[in-house]
Nanobody, 122 residues
């Protein structure tokens, strides 16, 4: 059963950093790509970053390029999102999800974790 648990969110001032974690179970990162998504209040969920071991690529939304970095610890089956130079517009609930390919907004089994709240104050 595909499951993910996000953690690491919190309240940070603009310019600060956070590292989010996504503990995965029921699959490996060779099976599926892993995407990070976020949803700001009143807005639709959007893709932020994605990692695909099958094609050896990492992807970032234009809004986070140069500031966010996705990585993984395969031994722990955990994916991380290092977020630096945070801005108030980065505020939202952050989710990770297993997807067939990066760029998809539809997770495997339509499964979303509980997410982790990131709040960036100005």
């Amino acid at each position: 059963e595909v499951q993910v648990v996000e953690s690491g969110g919190g309240l940070v001032q603009a310019g600060g950093s956070l590292r989010l974690s996504c503990a995965a179970s029921g699959f490996t990162f060779d099976d599926y790509a892993i995407g990070w998504f976020r949803q700001a209040p009143g807005k639709e969920r959007e893709g932020v970053s994605c990692m695909s071991n099958s094609v050896g690529r990492r992807y970032y939304a234009d809004s986070v390029k140069g500031r966010f970095s996705i990585s993984s610890d395969n031994a722990k089956n955990t994916v991380y999102l290092q977020m630096n130079s945070l801005k108030p517009e980065d505020t939202g609930v952050y989710y990770c999800a297993a997807v067939v390919v990066c760029g998809s907004n539809y997770p495997i089994n339509n499964y979303w974790g509980q997410g982790t709240q990131v709040t960036v104050s100005s």
